[in-house]
């Protein structure tokens, strides 16, 4: 059994960074798709990046390049959200999610991914 837990959110002001960790249980092996996810209080749920744990090819949303970097750690099962230059649009609720083979940009909906965390709050402030 799959299991996912995020760990990292708080309340930061803007500019500033945080880390998100998001470690798995319930793996024999690297080739997933590790995906971060956010959903803000009267939003739709919408992808922040995907990050394959093995080979470690990642996939952003055009709102968060160049500020948030995908980091994984395949002996510790753990996938890393580093988040820059936050900006108070980022506050959400950030899920981790995790599906069995290659990321791609098709899976930017969420729907293709049977497992998911809990989520951890961020909130940015100005």
């Known amino acids: 059994q799959v299991q996912l837990v995020e760990s990292g959110g708080g309340s930061v002001q803007a500019g500033g960074s945080q880390r998100l960790s998001c470690v798995a249980s319930g793996y024999q092996h690297s080739n997933w798709c590790m995906g971060w996810f956010r959903q803000a209080p009267g939003k739709e749920r919408e992808a922040v990046g995907l990050?394959?744990?093995?080979?470690?090819?990642?996939l952003y949303a055009d709102s968060v390049k160049g500020r948030f970097t995908l980091l994984r750690d395949i002996p510790m099962w753990t996938v890393y959200l580093q988040m820059n230059s936050l900006k108070p649009e980022d506050t959400a609720m950030y899920y981790c999610?995790?599906?069995?083979?290659?990321?791609?940009?098709?899976?930017?909906?969420?729907?293709?991914?049977?497992?998911w965390g809990q989520g951890t709050q961020v909130t940015v402030s100005a």
């Open positions: 999610a995790a599906r069995f083979g290659a990321c791609s940009g098709l899976y930017f909906a969420g729907e293709q991914f049977p497992y």
């Open positions: 990050i394959h744990l093995g080979g470690g090819s990642s």
